[in-house]
């Protein structure tokens, strides 16, 4: 599955999901190679469309710099679909905030605000009184990628309605 993004800032940003080898690439002019991916050999246990929510299972790499990325239990409450990132020194943060909508961090400071449309196009809304470098946009795509944008709310997890992260 291919996802392509016409960003107000980095243009045209396209993020390719492949669920069964749990491969996200993101790729734009303006932006570094990013990939995020399940180790090989390791088996797809989550929804997610990367498969994983185990960090030791996890690859992250933008541009030449690779990160950590510790994702929540993503069951039941939003706050558990919240995933952490260690990335060039810093603290990320991508957690859903409803059902639609997804905040961005570097160390408290919000970065963008990713919105996922009910046709399922999604759009980046980025913060303008904050420095952003291009691989901060990269990874947050990549997320979206690998997590998808918003979640479903307690009640819809617990019955199995979550719908499509994307």
């Known amino acids: 599955m291919d996802l392509v993004i016409g960003d107000p800032l980095h243009g045209r940003v396209e993020i390719s999901v ?11 002019s303006s932006l ?20 994983t929510r185990d960090p030791q299972q ?20 939003r706050r558990s679909y919240r ?8 603290s990320y943060v991508f957690a859903p905030v409803s059902e639609s909508l997804t905040r961005f961090t570097r160390n408290g400071a919000e ?3 990713f919105e996922r ?10 913060a303008s009184r904050t420095a952003l470098t291009p691989g901060e946009a990269a990874l947050g795509y990549a997320l979206v990628g ?11 997890s617990i019955i ?5 992260p994307f």
């Open 117 to 126: 449309a009910p046709m399922g196009s999604i759009t980046a809304s980025w």
């Open 83 to 90: 995933v952490d990132v260690e990335f060039c020194d810093a």
């Open 32 to 51: 570094p190679d990013t990939t995020m991916m399940r180790r090989e050999g390791s088996v797809a246990g989550d929804p997610s469309p990367i498969g």
């Open 146 to 156: 690998a997590y998808g944008v918003g979640s479903p709310g307690m009640l819809k």
């Open 18 to 28: 492949d669920r069964e080898r749990g491969v996200i690439d993101v790729r734009s």
């Open 160 to 164: 199995g309605h979550g719908g499509s």
């Open 111 to 113: 970065l963008a605000v």
């Open 58 to 77: 996890i690859i992250l790499t933008v541009g030449n710099e690779s990160g950590r990325v510790v994702p929540g239990t993503g069951f039941a409450t």
